[in-house]
C-alpha cells in the first residue's frame, strides 16, 4: 500500500512537473506573442477612401484587443505617393519584427519585390485596394488580398444612372434625344478599378435601353481638385449639354459637384452626379440631392476582414474558413447601392 501511494505520488509529481514545463512553455509561447504587431502600408494618406480604411483598421483593431485580451499594435506608414518610399517603408516593418504587414501599393504593377522580401522574412502580407498581378500574388501562399469587385462597382453605378433616367426621362434627357450625355472623371489610369468601373458603368446604361453619348472623359486621380478643373473645363465647353457626370468615386464627384455649383448647375435644372465609395462627404450630397446616388465601397468591412486575416496569421493559425468573404486568398467585399431612398438608414447605420 505505501509503494502504491508513493508510486501515484510519483505519477503525480511526474504530472506536475510536466504539466509546469508545457505551461513555461506556453507562457514562453504567449510573451512572444502577446504583443501583436501589425504594420500598414499606404499608398497616399490624402486619399479619402483610404484614410477612411485605416481608420476603421485602427477601430476594428480596438474590438479585436479585447477579444484576444491581448495588445495589437497597428502602425500605418504614408508613402505619398512614392513606391520607393513604401518599400523603405516595407523593409523597417520587416527589420522591426513586424507580425503581418498590410500593403496599399502605391504601383500594384510591382508587388513581386514585397513579395520576395516578405517571403524571405516569413511575415505574411495582405494587400488592400489595389490589387497586384495574380503571378505576383502567386509567388507565396502567404500573401492574401483584400477588397472588392470592380466589375459590380460599375454595374450599379450604371443601375443608379438607368434607373434614374427611366424614372425620370424628360428631367434628365435635356435635349430631349432619347439619349443620355455624359462625361466621365476617372480615376488612375493604373489602378484596377478605374477602367473596369468605367466599362462596366456605361455596359450596364446600354443594357438598360439608354444610348449614351461620351461628350469627354479624363482621369483626376481620385482627386477632388483636378477633378473640379476638368468639370469647369467641360461646363465651358458643353454647358447644358452634359445630362450626367459618372464618376470613378465619390472624391472627383465632389470636385464636379463643386463646379456646377459655381456655374448655378446643381439641382433640377444640371446634370445628375453619380460616384462609388459612400464617403461622408458623398452621402451628404445625397441628402442634399446634389448625388443621385453612390455605390457603397465597405472600407470598414474591408478593415474588419484585414484585421481578422492579420491576427489568425501572426498567431500561427491559418485563417481559411475563418474569416467571412475569404475565399482562397482573396477578400471581396460586396457594394450596395445608395440614393434618397435608403440614404437615411446608411446614415443611421453609420
Ligand atoms: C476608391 C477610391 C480610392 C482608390 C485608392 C478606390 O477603390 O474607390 O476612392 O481613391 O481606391 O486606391
Ligand atoms: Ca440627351
Known amino acids: 500500500m505505501k509503494s502504491l501511494r508513493f508510486t501515484m505520488a510519483g505519477v503525480c509529481l511526474a ?22 504587431k501589425i504594420g500598414v502600408a499606404i499608398y497616399r494618406g490624402d486619399d479619402a477612401f483610404i484614410s477612411s480604411v485605416s481608420s476603421s483598421m485602427e477601430e476594428a483593431v480596438k474590438e479585436k484587443e479585447e477579444e484576444l485580451d491581448r495588445k495589437i499594435i497597428v502602425n500605418i506608414a504614408d508613402a505619398k505617393n512614392s513606391q ?27 508587388a513581386a519585390v514585397i513579395v520576395d522580401k516578405a517571403k524571405e522574412a516569413g511575415i505574411p502580407i495582405i494587400f488592400f485596394n489595389r490589387e497586384p498581378v495574380e503571378e505576383d500574388m502567386g509567388i507565396w501562399d502567404q500573401t492574401y488580398y483584400v477588397g472588392t469587385d470592380a466589375k459590380e462597382a460599375g454595374e450599379l453605378e450604371g443601375q443608379i444612372v438607368a434607373d434614374a433616367f427611366k424614372a425620370a426621362p424628360e428631367q434628365i434627357d435635356k435635349n430631349g434625344d432619347g439619349k443620355l450625355q455624359y462625361v466621365m472623371l476617372e480615376g488612375e489610369q493604373v489602378h484596377q478599378d478605374s ?91 445625397i441628402v ?23 491576427c489568425y496569421c501572426a498567431q500561427d493559425e491559418n485563417p481559411k474558413g475563418q474569416v467571412e468573404y475569404l475565399n482562397g486568398r482573396y477578400v471581396r467585399i460586396p457594394h450596395y447601392i445608395v440614393t434618397a431612398d435608403n440614404i437615411d438608414e446608411v446614415i443611421n447605420d453609420k
Open 195 to 285: 477602367l473596369i468601373r468605367t466599362e462596366y458603368s456605361v455596359k450596364t446604361i446600354l443594357k438598360e435601353g439608354i444610348p449614351t453619348e461620351k461628350l469627354a472623359s479624363g482621369t483626376g486621380n481620385w482627386m477632388r481638385s483636378p477633378a473640379y478643373e476638368l468639370m469647369q473645363e467641360w461646363i465651358k465647353e458643353y454647358g447644358d449639354r452634359i445630362e450626367a457626370v459618372i464618376s470613378n468615386n465619390d472624391e472627383m464627384a465632389m470636385g464636379a459637384v463643386e463646379a456646377l455649383e459655381e456655374n448655378g448647375m446643381t439641382g433640377s435644372s444640371g446634370p445628375i452626379v453619380v460616384g462609388i465609395d459612400g464617403t461622408r462627404d458623398g452621402l451628404e450630397k
Open 15 to 36: 504530472g506536475l512537473l510536466t504539466l509546469t514545463v508545457a505551461g513555461c512553455a506556453q507562457n514562453a509561447e504567449r510573451d512572444k506573442k502577446d504583443t501583436i
Open 288 to 310: 442634399k440631392g446634389e448625388m443621385i446616388g453612390t455605390v457603397m465601397n465597405v472600407a470598414q468591412k474591408q478593415a474588419e476582414c484585414m484585421v481578422e486575416i492579420a
Open 84 to 110: 520607393g518610399s513604401q518599400n523603405d517603408q516595407v523593409d523597417d516593418f520587416i527589420s522591426k519584427g513586424y507580425d503581418v504587414i498590410c500593403v496599399n501599393m502605391v504601383d500594384r504593377t510591382a
